[in-house]
């Protein structure tokens, strides 16, 4: 028997439809790459995406065309989310950060037939512009007047002309839910990159998960600011899910140093953040120099990589600031744990609540997890056994674009599908998930695995240190063993010797690293993410004072 209730798939265009009809007025601003703020509405996005999709329209955009974006967040990169997704088409976001060579080799892979662009990135698409031949039209996203008269490189469009020159009266098309929404190449660190190709089913489905609670826990009532780029997975859907709430969104643009980004926070009166660890040492060190407190910001999903257990100390002891641990990838929209305490938590000592919340979390409504042994066995919830993490779920990938790199999925005895993340850790007896590290960087030690992650958690609870990495490195004994690799406070002094007592007590000796090396900075991926197999290059024939 059916159930006799109205049929209506979940569209992104049905997002931005409820944000412009039922909390039209509330505001976004966004920080221009002129420097400038600029204010509008989900009203006016509604309207604009509108007019721009009776653009892309007319300009011969159809169903499944993908549309590439190269653009910080800001409205008009809001207005492309809705516009280019509402009409069926698929919006392809790309990392500016990458070189222009992978670029031109994520473009052409995915064959996309549109390119639109912030002004910052003219010299990017003068360098691709005659190695993309699908590329029909590029779009530089600015006002007519500031149209550049001499730029190298394709014929530019200009935005505004198009949205001046479109109507906004249009009927959002309705279609399958399970048509492709969006894709963003992951920033794969072997081989070339490889494409997620979301649905609008499982966009709005994770706009609902992220929204909830447990997880982000938005509301009409917040002010949003996603550091995260809206080029790194759909800036985790904030997008979406801030549309869905109906709250106010704050986009930075270029602007993310410590000073731009304060001052946005206390002007816009910001509560909510989003961005990986990375992004917050610039605004904590800016803040302390300045003996700045905030006065709204309340809470932050930090995730993307390790969020060091100091770092959540400082952001809650000196700055007032909730951590929520997020873990997630691109292959699942991304969000698939956050760290909050349940009820039984709640009477627990302060300290202990902490250590709860420096893991990456439990499941959202929506992902389920398990750890396996190489055998593919389920290991228990002990909190001890480390094993692979596999996840599924309607937000979770089931196969790359374009088939690439065959079937990733792995089956369980019940014949049940799940995707193997690449990412090691174990989950205690409530369900809480404990990154230890991606199964490739692993520290084999004489048989034994080593986590880098708690090697660098614990470097970076030194006052002295900024950033901390760990790598293997080639040991003729042990296989392997690790290396610490630290960049020091400005104006701070701290010797190896000290480095390596830091680790007494805290671990099994066999864990402390070999060695120590310092250096002036640590190679940052496109997603600001430590780019570790640079890493292991550059040190790979480090030799350890135990070889
Ligand atoms: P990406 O697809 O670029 O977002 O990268 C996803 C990968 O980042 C995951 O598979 C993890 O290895 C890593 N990652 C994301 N969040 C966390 C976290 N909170 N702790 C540890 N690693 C993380």
């Known amino acids: 028997m059916q159930g006799l209730m109205m049929s209506a798939p979940l569209l992104i265009s049905s997002l931005i439809e409820h944000a412009g009809r039922h909390n039209g007025a509330t505001e976004i601003v966004s920080r221009r790459v002129e420097g400038d703020l600029h204010r509008t509405s989900w009203g006016e996005v509604q309207r604009r995406s509108k007019r721009l999709a009776n653009a892309l329209i007319a300009m011969g955009v159809v169903p499944g065309d993908r549309i590439a974006t190269i653009a910080w967040n800001g409205y008009r990169h809001l207005e492309l989310y809705y516009a280019v997704s509402g009409i069926g088409a698929v919006l392809h976001t790309i990392n500016p950060r990458l070189h222009p060579d992978q670029i031109a080799w994520i473009v052409n892979h995915a064959e996309d037939a549109r390119l639109f662009f912030d002004a910052t990135f003219v010299p990017i698409v003068a360098a691709i512009g005659a190695r993309c031949p699908t590329v029909a039209s590029w779009v530089l996203m600015t006002d007519a007047d500031r149209m550049p008269t001499d730029a190298q490189g394709p014929e530019l469009a200009c935005y505004e002309d198009l949205i001046d020159a479109s109507s906004d009266r249009l009927a959002w098309p309705v279609f399958d839910e399970n048509t492709a929404s969006s894709l963003c190449y992951t920033s794969g660190t072997t081989g070339n990159p490889k494409g997620v190709l979301y649905s609008h089913r499982s966009s709005v489905l994770h706009a609902f998960g992220a929204a909830m609670p447990d997880a982000m826990g938005i509301s009409a009532g917040d002010s949003v600011l996603p550091v995260v780029p809206m080029f790194h997975v759909n800036a985790w859907g904030l ?122 979390g439990h499941v959202i409504y929506g992902v389920d997890m398990r750890i396996v042994d190489p055998d593919g066995h389920d290991l228990p919830w002990d909190g001890e056994a480390v094993g692979d993490l596999l996840v599924r779920g309607p937000w979770v990938m089931r196969e790359y674009f374009k088939a690439e790199g065959g079937d990733p999925l792995v089956v369980d005895e019940d014949g049940v599908s799940w995707f193997p993340t690449g990412d090691v850790g174990h989950i205690d007896a409530d369900g809480y998930l404990q990154i230890t590290d991606r199964s490739k960087d692993v520290i084999k030690s004489g048989g034994e695995w080593i986590g880098s992650i708690d090697l660098e958690n614990i470097a970076m609870a030194h006052p002295s240190v900024l950033m901390a990495a760990v790598i293997a490195v080639p040991h003729p004994k042990w296989d392997e063993r690790p290396l610490l690799i630290v960049v020091r406070k400005p104006d701070r002094d701290v010797s190896r010797a000290d480095l390596l007592a830091y680790y007494d007590g805290k671990i099994a000796k066999w864990w402390t690293p070999d060695d120590v090396v310092f250096v002036d900075s640590i190679p940052l991926g496109a997603t600001g993410k430590m780019l570790k197999t640079r890493l292991r290059d550059t040190y790979r024939d480090h030799r350890l004072p135990t070889a």
């Not at 801030?242 to 986009?251: D, E, Q, S």
């Not at 904590?284 to 709204?296: R, V």
């Not at 993307?304 to 007032?320: E, Q």
Request: net charge positive.
């Open 239 to 360: 997008p979406y899910t801030a549309a869905l709430a109906g709250c106010k969104l704050v986009l930075p643009g270029p602007a993310l140093d410590g000073k731009s980004l304060y001052d946005l926070f206390e002007n816009e009166k910001v509560t909510f953040s989003a961005g990986v660890p990375t992004v917050w040492l610039g605004l904590i060190n800016y803040m302390k120099q300045h003996g700045f407190a905030f006065s709204t910001f309340k809470r932050t999903i930090i995730g993307g990589s390790a969020c060091p257990p100091a770092m959540i100390r400082t952001l809650n002891d000196d700055f007032g600031v909730e951590v929520v641990h997020a873990w997630g990838m691109s292959e699942m929209s991304p969000l698939g744990t956050t760290c909050k305490l349940a009820n039984r938590h709640l009477t627990l000592p302060r300290d202990q609540q902490l250590r709860i919340l420096e893991k990456q």
